[in-house]
């Protein structure tokens, strides 16, 4: 089992949105996200990987997650040219 986990934040190809999630295998779930088996993602396809975090816990990865998606952690995104 790996111990590696992932923040990742995708970017939607046809609307220029953002996505953000968190998983073990990152691979996988980008194909989860282009194959439209993610409700949310779905009629935003395709994805692509638009940047990424390692974490060595699930619960990190988690963290960094839920922090991208406040408003602190999109000031962060924005000011570090990321997004």
């Known amino acids: 089992m790996s111990n590696v986990f992932y923040a990742y934040i995708l970017k939607s190809m046809s609307h220029g949105t953002y996505y953000y999630g968190s998983t073990a295998s990152l691979s996988d779930r980008v194909k989860e996200h282009n194959n439209g088996k993610v409700r949310y993602t779905k009629g935003r396809r395709p994805w692509r990987v638009h940047y990424v975090e390692k974490f060595s816990t699930r619960s990190e990865a988690c963290k960094r997650e ?18």
């Open 66 to 83: 839920q922090y991208f998606k406040t408003i602190e952690g999109y000031s962060f995104l924005k000011q570090k040219g990321i997004i």
